[in-house]
């Protein structure tokens, strides 16, 4: 199965220099992981991961959620801890090679 863990966040502009600062200062911190900025919407984050399966999806989530240096980030998160959302994503249809949605 190819699942996604989307991360989306808004860090207000006030933020924004002190945030890329820290995000680009320690690139171990996005491996495996696509950071990119809205175009349209300056301050709108969101992070791309490739969990191998649903275990590693929670544990994925749940890491970005509670680990690491992840709070230090929160206070410049429009809406704190609650402005940080997570979801899983899986495809509706089959990609080559992978299984369908429902694992059959």
Same mark, same amino acid.
């Given at each position: 199965?190819?699942?996604?863990?989307?991360?989306?966040?808004?860090?207000?502009?006030?933020?924004?220099?002190?945030?890329?600062?820290?995000?680009?200062?320690?690139?171990?911190?996005?491996?495996?992981?696509? $950071?990119?900025?809205?175009?349209?919407? %300056?301050?709108?984050? !969101?992070?791309?991961?490739? &969990?191998? =399966?649903?275990?590693?999806?929670?544990?994925?989530?749940?890491?970005?959620?509670?680990?690491?240096?992840?709070?230090?980030?929160?206070?410049?998160?429009?809406?704190?801890?609650?402005? $940080?959302?997570?979801?899983?994503?899986? %495809?509706?249809?089959? !990609?080559?090679?992978?299984? &369908?949605? =429902?694992?059959?």
């Amino acid at each position: 199965m190819s699942l996604i863990l989307f991360c989306e966040y808004s860090i207000p502009e006030t933020n924004r220099e002190r945030f890329l600062a820290w995000a680009l200062g320690e690139p171990s911190r996005w491996k495996g992981a696509e $950071l990119a900025e809205n175009r349209e919407q %300056p301050g709108v984050f !969101v992070e791309l991961r490739r &969990p191998a =399966n649903d275990s590693e999806a929670a544990a994925m989530k749940k890491e970005r959620l509670e680990g690491r240096s992840w709070s230090e980030m929160t206070s410049w998160v429009k809406g704190g801890r609650e402005g $940080l959302r997570v979801w899983t994503f899986a %495809p509706l249809a089959p !990609v080559a090679g992978t299984a &369908p949605v =429902n694992g059959e």
